[in-house]
């Protein structure tokens, strides 16, 4: 079993900039792949971007392409969402997802791809 703690949400104007983190406890991220989706409400979970265990192959959905970075450290124990020129329509709550897979060069877009989940952290901008 793999818990997942995501940390870095918060409230941040139009523009602004927040750096989202998904650690695992108990044991490292290596030989999973990793996904942050969100969730608005009254919307369904949507893939924001993904990456390999590897660290080679990452995802992004369309609209964060160029503003959001998706990053794994060296040691393969934590994996950032760097956000930036964030916008209203950005509001949503923010879930790391874990999958375990053999193959190092691949992502995942689909939630139901992913084995573990975090529990989310809100992320709210403001104009």
């Known amino acids: 079993q793999v818990q997942l703690i995501e940390s870095g949400g918060g409230w941040v104007q139009v523009g602004g900039s927040l750096r989202l983190s998904c650690a695992a406890s108990?044991?490292?991220?290596?030989?999973?792949?990793v996904g942050w989706f969100r969730q608005a409400p009254g919307k369904e979970r949507e893939p924001v971007a993904t990456?390999?265990?590897?660290?080679?192959?990452?995802y992004y959905a369309d609209f964060v392409r160029g503003r959001f970075t998706i990053s794994r450290d060296n040691a393969k124990t934590t994996v950032f969402l760097q956000m930036n020129s964030l916008k209203p329509e950005d509001t949503a709550a923010y879930y790391c997802?874990?999958?375990?897979?053999?193959?190092?060069?691949?992502?995942?877009?689909?939630?139901?791809?992913?084995?573990?989940w975090g529990q989310g952290t809100q992320v709210t901008v403001s104009s």
């Open positions: 108990e044991r490292t991220l290596s030989l999973y792949a």
């Open positions: 997802a874990a999958k375990s897979t053999p193959y190092w060069e691949t992502y995942y877009r689909s939630p139901d791809d992913y084995n573990y």
């Open positions: 990456i390999s265990w590897s660290g080679v192959n990452t």
